[in-house]
């Protein structure tokens, strides 16, 4: 009996994704709660599972195809359960045998074929069929050497040079150098690995290296949100500098103390987190969005803290932050980062933020203006704490200053509220005292 793999739902708002990496083959043999494919949404990577035991039996959808909730992306041929394939290597006497390693599962995209017209079809990846449109090429008509006859990159670099003149990008351009890729090499002596061809880059002189990297579904998202905040939000940023110097010396002073009591550093975040939210309550309209024609006010302060992973910046939200001690925020801050390199931030951990604090100083940023982060109409700015000669009480003397940026919408806030936020939160950190009062 043949099994449907559909997209399953992932979350409100999320109604299509990309397959990134399939984690199993056609003909693979699967089990229940084997994972199947690794799905990239805009928030979240979402793994499908096999429901039931079977194999592989077709898939419908290759990497970096777009599909959306409830699409067909394979069938599995149910069967009993089943387990991987044992080879059995040859044992010496008198010793059990044991199963020789599986081969790895790669997550390259599969070859695609083409049916050209009046012609059998023609085995070539996704990468090479591009290439070949930009030199107008028909892969039909391109010598094969990779195995089981698909035309690989290396064939189609050397049938342009041996077209000479004749090669010239589809678009019309005028035809860059092409270097002839070398004949394919004599096949390996059995059990000896060839070496890795040279890749031959037909828009770039020879020395000169490039590399074309697919954009991940969350890098795509990143870029689109970045530019539609820059489109309908009228942003603007205001500056000012905070004198760290109470805030350092009651680290100092009880670092070792709340580690030991609550089990999670005593860090910078959570001062700010406290002193973001009691600027919010002095001035709310930078806890609200626009919906419509109407401001949407908001009297809770869920407060994202942006986080950088290998993938980009994500900024999972700490709910409820006014109701939570300073060893609560720490801690969930922790946490959220600590899933976030893993991979592991669940949709709510993302959803719902009513303001951002992004922090720049930690990778030494002096100065910046961030930008916001839709619908939100408020994002604050930390940055690198460097020690500078500030006159205090008329004297010239050296503090740990930090210059903060707040990036606000303009629409609904006015440039003395955002101003007056920020010597809001400069005044509850520069007196740390007031946080317990205000925040």
């Known amino acids: 009996m043949a099994i449907e793999v559909r997209v399953p739902q992932m979350g409100e708002s999320i109604f299509e994704a990309v397959i990134g990496a399939w984690r199993k083959r056609e003909g693979d043999p699967v089990n229940p709660g084997d994972v199947l494919v690794e799905l990239e949404t805009e928030k979240v990577n979402v793994e499908v599972t096999a429901d039931r035991a079977g194999v592989l039996q077709h898939i419908l959808k290759r990497e970096g195809e777009t599909v959306t909730v409830g699409e067909v992306i394979a069938m599995i041929e149910e069967t009993a359960q089943v387990t991987a394939p044992v080879r059995e290597a040859p044992a010496e006497a008198g010793r059990a045998r044991e199963p020789a390693p599986l081969p790895e599962v790669t997550t390259a995209a599969a070859s695609q074929p083409a049916q050209p017209a009046g012609g059998p079809a023609v085995r070539a990846t996704p990468a090479v069929r591009r290439l070949a449109e930009e030199y107008g090429i028909d892969l039909a008509e391109v010598p094969a050497s990779g195995e089981g006859g698909r035309v690989t990159r290396e064939d189609v670099l050397r049938y342009v040079a041996q077209r000479g003149a004749a090669a010239r990008p589809a678009d019309g351009a005028a035809p860059q150098p092409v270097t002839a890729a070398p004949p394919p090499a004599a096949p390996p002596a059995p059990g000896v690995t060839p070496p890795e061809a040279p890749v031959v880059l037909p828009f770039a002189a020879a020395g000169r290296r490039e590399e074309r990297i697919r954009m991940s579904q969350r890098r ?129 951990e993302l959803s719902g933020g009513t303001f951002t604090i992004t922090n720049g100083g930690v990778f030494g940023s002096l100065l910046s203006t961030p930008i916001l982060n839709p619908p939100q109409v408020g994002i604050l700015g930390m940055h690198k704490i460097e020690e500078r000669p500030v006159v205090v009480n008329g004297e010239i003397v050296i503090r740990p200053m930090m210059y903060v940026a707040l990036t606000y919408d303009h629409r609904i806030v006015d440039g003395r509220e955002a101003v007056l936020f920020l010597v809001r939160v400069k005044e509850l950190i520069e007196d740390p005292e007031r946080l317990l009062l205000e925040g």
């Not at 689109?224 to 205001?238: I, P, S």
């Not at 002193?275 to 869920?302: C, H, M, S, T, W």
């Open 220 to 348: 795509k998202t990143i870029a689109r949100r970045l530019v539609e905040a820059q489109h309908t939000a009228a942003m603007l940023t205001t500056f000012n500098e905070i004198d760290m110097s109470a805030v350092v010396a009651l680290r100092n002073r009880w670092r070792q103390q709340f580690r030991e009591r609550y089990g999670v550093s005593l860090g910078f975040m959570s001062f700010f987190t406290k002193a973001v939210v009691g600027a919010l309550k002095a001035f709310p309209l930078l806890n609200a969005e626009i919906q419509g024609d109407e401001i949407v006010v908001k009297y809770y302060y869920d407060i994202g803290i942006a986080v950088a992973t290998d993938e980009g910046l994500v900024v999972p939200v700490v709910r409820d932050a006014d109701r939570k001690s300073f060893a609560e925020i720490e801690r969930e801050i922790e946490e959220l980062a600590r899933k976030a390199r893993e991979r592991r931030l669940t949709l709510e």
